[in-house]
């Protein structure tokens, strides 16, 4: 069994910083991939980017030159950092991982409960 628990969510206004935080625990051999979604109120949950193991990384159009995603293998960590956020942005954000774990039977993809992104005036 995995959990992931993201944190960092909070209310800022327009062109300001969050940085998001996704922290694995369990009985975790490798993390493979990790990836943050959003999803606002009535719209479909979409894919904001994504890093790999070996930190190969992918961005949503609408978001690259603004966000960078990272993580730190050593603490099974993944993070977002939000420059210049714009009301659009406001969404729950959830962190997802692709985990292969000690028992084989656990490996699989993993979500995060969400935390809630709020950009206004």
């Known amino acids: 069994q995995v959990q992931l628990v993201e944190s960092g969510g909070g209310l800022v206004q327009p062109g300001g910083s969050l940085r998001l935080s996704c922290a694995a625990s369990?009985?975790?051999?490798?993390?493979?991939?990790m990836g943050w979604y959003r999803q606002a109120p009535g719209k479909q949950r979409e894919l904001v980017a994504t890093i790999t193991d070996i930190g190969g990384t992918n961005y949503a159009d609408s978001v690259k030159g603004r966000f960078t995603i990272s993580r730190d293998n050593g603490k099974n960590t993944g993070y977002l950092q939000m420059n210049s956020l714009k009301p659009e942005d406001t969404a729950v954000y959830y962190c997802?991982?692709?985990?292969?774990?000690?028992?084989?039977?656990?490996?699989?993809?993993?979500w995060g409960q969400g935390t809630q992104v709020t950009v206004s005036s």
């Open positions: 369990g009985s975790i051999f490798n993390i493979a991939a």
């Open positions: 997802k991982a692709d985990v292969e774990t000690m028992a084989f039977t656990d490996s699989g993809t993993y």
